[in-house]
């Protein structure tokens, strides 16, 4: 996903398999894991002539954000995990919070809080 991430345009898979310098993965592989990742809904694939192009479904701070939303889910206390989770960012992360929460208070917190 990082080299998705990382890519303005769809990449193909061979695209894909020369960013991953690090590994020596063979092609097939590559293209196991972005048929996976693209039927799990976590990458896009379209057509190209024969091949297939693969891009992110989302960015990565919204994939981040749903893992965060699910790890609260499984918490039996919501409200006791959340404020763990405040106690142990730094003091900037906190005022990123702080104004992300006056911005929801400012404009009725969205869809949900105007119906």
Known sequence: ????WETATPLTVREVSARLTERDLAHTTVMTV???LAKKGFARRQRDGR???????????TYVAELMLTALDQTGDRTAALTRF???VSGVEADVLREAL??????G???????
């Open 102 to 107: 006056d911005v929801i208070e400012g404009d």
């Open 86 to 88: 405040a106690q142990s």
């Open 34 to 36: 972005l048929d996976r």
């Open 51 to 61: 091949a297939w192009r693969y891009g992110p479904a989302a960015t990565r701070e």
């Open 1 to 4: 996903m990082d080299v998705l």
């Open 109 to 115: 917190g969205g869809d949900e809080r105007t119906g």
